[in-house]
């Protein structure tokens, strides 16, 4: 299996602040194939990301990511009320899909 | 609009069965393999398996693989997770969600709410 190692675990920062998460592969992800999802308290996931760095439409421009090989970075340029979440990476280049263990963006 | 609904909390006694449903509308359901994922409490996701509406190919995570079913009805557009015989352990949140084009794996872009399973004695 694909391990993903996101980091930090949480992070507590102010509206309006950039934010950066990473997420760290234990082997290559072929293909850029790479998603991130947010997910607030009480919802579901919502994919951000895909392709290591396609948004979606519909997903705001503060968004964006990044990296390729192992390591990987999610950024919220300017962190917005309902950006406090928690955001997973998601890796499909192997058959059997995995997520990391999220991390925690939290009012400061 | 894309919908994937699933049906609602469940509370179970261990050993029991239980069969979840996400039904869909919104696109042509035997288009695109549909997901489970679980959510337990305190803990990231991790993907069960997914199932081909139109012709029922199914595939496991080797993990899942012999705990639980993953089927699915296209007459009604409908996708089922079932176990025949619970245990505390799969206590958590269950999503549904759509996965993004034929080849395997990929991403979900369309998620269901999520359905609820406690299991108590």
């Known amino acids: 299996d694909i391990v993903l190692t996101q980091s930090p675990g949480t992070l507590s920062l102010s509206p309006g602040e950039r934010a950066t998460l990473s997420c760290r592969a234990s082997q290559t992800i072929s293909y850029s194939y790479l998603a991130w999802y947010q997910q607030r308290p009480g919802q579901a996931p919502r994919l951000l990301i895909y392709?290591?760095?396609r948004r979606p439409t519909g997903i705001p421009d503060r968004f964006s990511g990044s990296g390729s090989g192992t390591d990987f970075t999610l950024t919220i340029s300017r962190l917005e009320p309902e950006d406090f979440a928690v955001y997973y990476c998601q890796q499909y280049s192997s058959s059997r899909l995995t997520f990391g263990g999220g991390t925690k963006v939290e009012i400061k | 609009e894309v919908q994937l609904v699933q049906s609602g909390a469940d509370v179970k006694k261990p050993g029991e069965s239980l069969k979840i449903s996400c039904k869909v509308s919104?696109?042509?359901?035997?288009?695109?393999?549909i997901a489970w994922v679980r959510h337990m409490p305190g803990k990231g996701l991790e993907w069960m398996g997914i199932v081909y509406p139109a012709d029922s190919n199914t595939i496991y995570n080797p993990s899942f693989r012999g705990q639980v079913s993953i089927s699915a009805d296209k007459s009604i557009s409908t996708a089922y997770l079932q176990w025949s015989g619970l245990k505390a352990s799969d206590i958590g949140m269950y999503y549904c969600?759509?996965?993004?084009?034929?080849?395997?794996?990929?991403?979900?872009?369309?998620w269901g709410q999520g359905t609820l399973v406690t299991v108590s004695s």
């Open positions: 969600a759509r996965h993004v084009g034929l080849a395997t794996p990929s991403y979900f872009d369309y």
């Open positions: 392709g290591v760095s």
């Open positions: 919104g696109y042509n359901f035997s288009d695109y393999w």
